[in-house]
């Protein structure tokens, strides 16, 4: 590692029991070291950058105070679990982070013990630390469960459901509240970090156990009355009524970047027999390195940069991205439709709901990371008269089914749903990807669900969804840059379930549905190469499906290939069971369905992922030569 920051404390570390040897005078060198690690890591690798950076010393304060892997660590969402894999014998490996057959940007079961539960999602760490605690006590075990969650992460209501049954765990569970953004607690100086030591103590604690029991003797009045003045008065001084209210002993707030303060507290904590526990520590975001402390935001997530200046790597020029191509469409239509308005679940930029809410702002509304609200909050809007389009990734609508189902499509209300982040992701991996929605969606009575081939559909597809008022529609449109094609000035309002023809042929139909027109375009001409004339179709539509193009096309043509960039229940389920349902199969017809393979996918560059899942130009290929008994060395007529 030539080119490695000097971290001679860090060096003697590959696991927690290493940690521990140490004295806690070194923890501050410790944590340098390994903040100066991280920023050089992430630099060569990219990936998540200011979230990691905000919780190095929370980070070492915990595996040194905790018997980890015993004790169980469960980071929310994990995209700041970089500290974490160092000291947990992966450094080794940390510059191939998000990469191909390299670490995971989030925690992982498989990767190590020292994961004990996979997270990519928000607001699941407490929920996950309660199993584990419970488990640990109906075991007899005497592991605890440490779930750190962020404050932003507390704007989803599953949190609170799980924080609503943690007296289960009893003082088997402690939850840290990792707060470094929304603010929820007075600027943190000495006295607040001695009130937070102090309330952890065994003394106070203790004491405050006597006095209960004294006070118990007296009438029930009169113990009301002083539990509920000692608990406000407690919770005044430290922000924590709340979460005394869901059964929580709150300590806090302390300094999350100072380990005098941090060790002694988190002591107290380990020992305590009071629980459970929330210890509310606020961090910085971005700490320790100038450029993402001043733009926390921009340095959430990072390409490669250089550490000295901060300075990112610059993508070459090319098409617009996707969300923002959706999100300067849905301004402009906003100008003339005062009804248009977006919803995001905390994801503004990525969704492109942020360049909406720079010319509508009265319209744009980020409802933090609470996607079943936003959906059912878009079924209010639509079901009084507006066009709301709800704008969430794929993988997060997920977290929203049951409303999608119960709250927009029994009540056949026009929602319109902009799904981001469509088929593979690339460097987030499985957890992100948008593997189903076209399955899931699909099945559902009264809904509408497109997917954008370039760049220009996606503006016709945002357009014809504005436009339509029927009942739930969706676009789909994949994570990136656009193909190229220019941007039309005038949008087109779609025919609903009618797709295009993009080539015409004879002997070969490619029915595609998405981002994979393009290779289906380049598998195209290799088959005419091999004097096959083939035809693509862009279908647009998996439901309604263009019924009248798909009987043509296979009356017509000997081989019929679907493409879609989804799991299987999808495009090609509904065009077979149509098939099926009306004897297109009865002459001999060749149907094959190309889709997502039935695995989780790794992250790796997109193109890869592709190449892995089948769905690049070649594999179409091989696929209709299969289909017609060919192989890709030569091409013999099929049929006599």
Not at 160 to 184: C, H, K, T
Not at 279 to 286: A, D, M, R
Not at 553 to 573: P, Y
Not at 600 to 624: C, H, R, S, W
């Amino acid at each position: 590692m030539v080119n490695n920051p000097d971290t001679p404390l860090l060096d003697t570390v590959d696991t927690p029991d290493d940690l521990r040897k140490l004295k806690p005078e070194q923890l501050r060198q410790l944590s340098d070291e390994l903040r100066a690690e991280m920023i050089d890591a992430v630099s060569t690798s990219g990936g998540h950058l200011g979230s990691g950076l905000g919780v190095v010393e929370l980070t070492v304060a915990i595996h040194y105070i905790f018997n980890t892997p015993d004790d169980k660590l469960i980071w929310d969402v994990g995209h700041q679990c970089y500290p974490h894999k160092i000291l947990t014998g992966r450094r080794e490996r940390i510059r191939t982070l998000r990469q191909g057959g390299g670490l995971s940007g989030f925690t992982k079961r498989s990767e190590s013990e020292y994961d004990p539960f996979g997270a990519a999602h928000s607001s699941t760490s407490i929920s996950a630390g309660l199993g584990f605690a419970v488990a640990n006590k109906l075991n007899d075990h005497p592991g605890k469960a440490i779930a750190v969650i962020g404050d932003g992460a507390m704007s989803a209501g599953m949190a609170y459901e799980a924080m609503n049954n943690a007296e289960q765990a009893g003082d088997r569970l402690v939850v840290i509240l990792n707060d470094n953004d929304m603010s929820i607690a007075p600027p943190v100086g000495g006295l607040s970090a001695y009130l937070a030591r102090m309330v952890s103590s065994s003394e106070y604690m203790g004491l405050r156990k006597l006095a209960s029991k004294a006070a118990k003797k007296l009438s029930r009045r009169v113990w009301s009355g002083l539990e509920k003045a000692e608990e406000y008065a407690r919770g005044m001084a430290t922000g924590g009524t709340l979460f005394e209210e869901l059964g929580f002993y709150y300590v806090g707030p302390i300094d999350g970047h100072n380990l005098d303060h941090l060790i002694p507290v988190l002591e107290n904590v380990r020992d305590s027999k009071k629980g459970p526990i929330l210890v509310h520590v606020v961090t910085t975001k971005g700490k320790g390195y100038e450029p993402a402390e001043n733009s926390a935001d921009k340095y959430h997530g990072v390409p490669k940069f250089d550490v000295v200046t901060g300075e990112k790597a610059k993508s070459k020029a090319g098409p617009p991205a996707y969300q923002n191509v959706f999100g300067d469409t849905l301004a402009k239509l906003a100008e003339t439709d005062k009804r248009i308005c977006a919803i995001t679940a905390a994801m503004p930029s990525g969704t492109g709901v942020d360049r909406f809410a720079q010319a509508h702002p009265e319209r744009a509304f980020d409802v933090g990371i609470a996607e079943q609200h936003g959906v059912t909050f878009a079924a209010g809007l639509a079901a009084q008269g507006m066009r709301p389009f709800a704008a969430i990734y794929s993988t997060f609508l997920q977290r929203a089914y049951d409303q999608v189902v119960h709250d927009v499509a029994i009540q056949n209300l026009p929602v319109r749903f902009a799904i981001d982040r469509a088929g593979l992701v690339g460097a987030d991996g499985a957890t992100h990807a948008g593997s189903f929605d076209i399955t899931y969606l699909a099945t559902l009575p009264n809904f509408v669900v497109m997917a954008a081939g370039d760049e220009a559909e996606l503006v016709h597809m945002t357009y014809t969804a504005a436009e339509y008022d029927d009942g739930p529609i969706a676009l789909r449109y994949p994570r990136g840059n656009g193909v190229g094609v220019e941007l039309p000035e005038t949008p087109q309002k779609l025919e609903i379930g009618k797709g295009r023809v993009v080539k015409e042929g004879n002997k070969v139909a490619i029915l595609s549905l998405g981002a994979r027109l393009e290779e289906a375009r380049k598998a195209a001409d290799q088959l005419e190469a091999k004097g096959l004339s083939t035809t693509v179709a862009d279908l647009r539509f998996a439901k309604p499906l263009d019924t009248d193009l798909i009987d043509r096309l296979m009356k017509t043509h000997e081989v019929v290939v679907t493409v879609e960039e989804g799991s299987i229940g999808g495009l090609g389920a509904h065009v077979l069971t149509h098939a099926s349902d009306n004897g297109l199969l009865d002459g001999g017809l060749k149907i094959r369905t190309m889709r997502l393979p039935d695995v989780f996918q790794d992250q790796d560059a997109p193109e890869k992922q592709y190449d892995e899942a089948g769905l690049n130009a070649p594999q179409i290929v091989e696929t209709v030569l299969k289909a017609l008994r060919h192989n890709s060395a030569g091409v013999e007529e099929a049929r006599a």
